[in-house]
């Protein structure tokens, strides 16, 4: 009777609904950090725009906003270009959406401006390797 009662035990467990069911849960990819950029040389800015962005795209759960975004590829600005943001830096609580911090695109234009190759587009015009 008593294994009766524990195969009826097992059946009714292996009927009952599983509450505790978790969805699959999938790790974002790990890629490679950008290479550190200096601000000394123009032709590496846009591989380094170019690879913070896929790490972007990859993982947009955590760079869900400009803000984020900023603050990661900030992270690897070395010499020139990191004496350049730190004084933005230090005002990194301010939420104004057009402050550089929490501007993407004006990030971006930003250090195009300054620390991009002013030649770039007459050089790509004239068939010239950047």
Do not use: V
């Not at 380094?48 to 803000?67: M, R």
Request: proline share 5%.
């Amino acid at each position: 009777m008593e294994k009766m009662a524990t195969i009826m035990g097992q059946l009714y467990q292996a009927e009952a609904p599983r509450d505790s069911y978790k969805a699959p849960t999938f790790k974002t990819l790990s890629m490679k950090a950008p290479d550190s950029f200096y601000g000394t040389q123009a032709q590496k800015l846009r591989g380094f725009i170019q690879s913070c962005q896929l790490i972007f795209h990859n993982d947009p759960a955590n760079f869900f906003s400009d803000g984020k975004k900023f603050l990661c590829s900030t992270s690897f600005l070395t010499g020139r270009a990191g004496k350049w943001i730190e004084p933005y830096l230090s005002n990194i609580s301010n939420e104004d959406p057009s402050y550089l911090l929490n501007n993407w695109q004006l990030f971006k234009t930003q250090l195009f401006t300054l620390f991009g190759d002013p030649n770039e587009f007459r050089k790509a015009e004239q068939g010239w390797t950047i």
